[in-house]
């Protein structure tokens, strides 16, 4: 087998495994939950400290692979995502898990931000590259559609320790073919490093993200929750200034002077932090709510994989025939109207209340990726395509970060209202006990939280806690659609179809730059 070929072996091993850590994780996370005894703020960082890493530094990773070599920063990030996901399968506590994820995102962003470009420079554009490119995206579509039912079966056969310890000797393998067979290659125009833009973006995002998931307990008016939201924006806001200042930045806003660059970035936010966001919370149902094992979850999830594998060629023979905002707008209305359909639970309701809006939001997904793809690498120049990529791929990981938090904070606060109107005049509707029985459902955890409850009133309490448990979801599922159908308005004012060059063919520029065409978080 040849050079080339054993480059593309290499990369889509690793994107497998980074793909499938992501989608995988899901399902494992009520496990998670009653092993660790983590709360509930623990399980939204297992996913955000994964994406915010990655957010924050793939465009970094870009810029150093062109200076170090390709080949070494790849190695290195498949060395760290191992090493990290050999101590997030031993991690002791739910602080040693997160760092792990996040020191793993760290990694993941290391090779997102060049797998394309080795691809790229092997399979010269034309015949070949598109085969390439195919196997690739193949890739990518396998390890989506598994992953749920991949990571169900995992947890339950060998425990969710091995969700992360599969990771280990995948990243050998794919480590010892990158170092004989992959060629080192660097851009002998390689840009400087923006330090100081990675600094306050990554800061600004943790920040955000940080007051998001504590403002519930600490009362958002409080000055701790205040005092991080305003660091948040000084810190997005030096980044913005940053930016336009310096010579050579991480996010060249120049880029969104094109409307339809914009555009495109606002429909993969509004994807990732709608339906990609509240994958987490599904989850929480199908397992802790109607207690379905990981397994059973996960097989609960094939048909909203399935349906975007269905829509998925049809949306890409319809691109150049449709214009691709009106791809993006079906798509993103699709998604929003298939969380409002998955909404209205109540406590007589099974897991096929949610399967008509899991077929018509894996629909619309299928719709709008191809379109999302095609629009942010068409709309700049073929030499930019790489940072343009990237900058979509960042957007999509801020979406689901963002998302994530943003939907615990009114999941937390519309269940426990409900809970404590419910409860009003006994013990469990004072201080935070609402919350904490609310939080107590999401760990699996509700009948030891609810021992010390006098027995006549317990039964009271968990019913309550079940009412607040859906009127929380629900809520998240509405909100969710209309941020969705908020990105359907947007890309079709912002994306115009003179602006698109499909001419160009669908590859990475020399500078490196990842696109990551998932369909889940």
Do not use: C
Not at 96 to 107: F, H, P, Y
Not at 286 to 301: M, V
Request: hydrophobic share 55%; glycine share 12%.
């Amino acid at each position: 087998m040849t050079r080339k070929w054993w480059t593309l072996m290499a990369v889509s091993v690793a994107t497998f495994m980074l793909l499938l850590d992501i989608t995988v994780v899901n399902t494992a996370l009520p496990s998670i939950a009653k092993d660790l005894h983590a709360t509930f703020n623990d399980l939204q960082w297992v996913i955000d400290a994964y994406t915010l890493a990655l957010a924050a530094i793939v465009l970094t990773a870009g810029s150093l692979a062109d200076r170090l070599g390709r080949r070494a920063v790849f190695n290195a990030g498949l060395v760290i995502f191992a090493l990290a996901s050999l101590a997030a399968g031993l991690a002791p506590d739910a602080t040693t898990l997160n760092i792990s994820r996040a020191i793993e995102g760290v990694g993941g962003a290391a090779m997102f931000a060049v797998s394309l470009a080795l691809v790229a420079q092997e399979f010269p554009a034309g015949r070949e590259r598109g085969t390439a490119m195919g196997i690739y995206g193949a890739t990518i579509g396998i390890s989506v559609a598994i992953g749920p039912l991949l990571g169900g079966a995992i947890t339950d056969a060998l425990g969710w320790r091995w969700v992360f310890f599969i990771n280990v000797p995948v990243g050998i393998a794919a480590l010892a073919v990158s170092y004989l067979k992959v060629r080192e290659s660097r851009n002998p125009n390689a840009t400087r490093i923006d330090w100081l833009g990675l600094v306050t973006l990554s800061g600004g995002l943790f920040l955000l993200v940080l007051a998001l998931l504590r403002g519930n307990d600490a009362g958002w008016g409080s000055a701790q929750i205040v005092a991080e939201l305003a660091a948040a924006a000084a810190l997005l806001a030096a980044f913005i200034g940053i930016e336009r200042r310096v010579a050579e930045p991480m996010l060249p806003l120049g880029l969104f002077r094109r409307r339809a660059f914009t555009g495109v970035q606002l429909a993969a936010v509004g994807v990732s932090a709608s339906l990609f966001a509240l994958f987490l919370y599904l989850t929480l149902y199908l397992q802790d709510y109607l207690h379905y094992s990981a397994l059973q979850a996960g097989l609960r999830y094939l048909p909203i994989t399935l349906a975007s594998f269905v829509a998925a060629p049809v949306a890409g023979a319809l691109l150049g025939r449709v214009q691709a905002r009106v791809l993006m707008a079906i798509g993103l209305a699709g998604t929003g109207a298939g969380l409002v359909l998955m909404s209205g639970l109540d406590s007589a309701s099974s897991w096929t209340a949610l399967l008509p809006g899991f077929i018509v939001a894996g629909l619309a997904v299928g719709i709008l990726n191809p379109a999302i793809a095609d629009v942010a690498l068409s709309v700049v120049p073929k030499e930019r395509s790489g940072m343009a990529a990237g900058v979509n791929d960042t957007f999509r990981q801020v979406g689901v970060a963002v998302g994530t938090a943003a939907w615990g904070a009114v999941f937390l606060a519309r269940g426990s209202n409900r809970v404590a109107t419910l409860l009003a005049g006994t013990p469990g509707a004072t201080g935070g006990r609402p919350r904490q029985l609310v939080e107590a459902l999401t760990g699996g955890h509700l009948a030891a939280a609810t021992r010390a409850i006098p027995h006549g009133a317990r039964g009271l309490a968990i019913a309550a806690t079940h009412q607040g448990f859906l009127n929380g979801l629900n809520a998240i599922l509405v909100i969710g659609g209309a941020v969705a159908f908020l990105g359907a308005a947007l890309a079709l004012w912002l994306v115009r179809e003179h602006e698109i060059d499909r001419d160009k063919p669908v590859a990475v520029a020399p500078e490196g730059g990842e696109l990551v065409e998932y369909l889940a978080a």
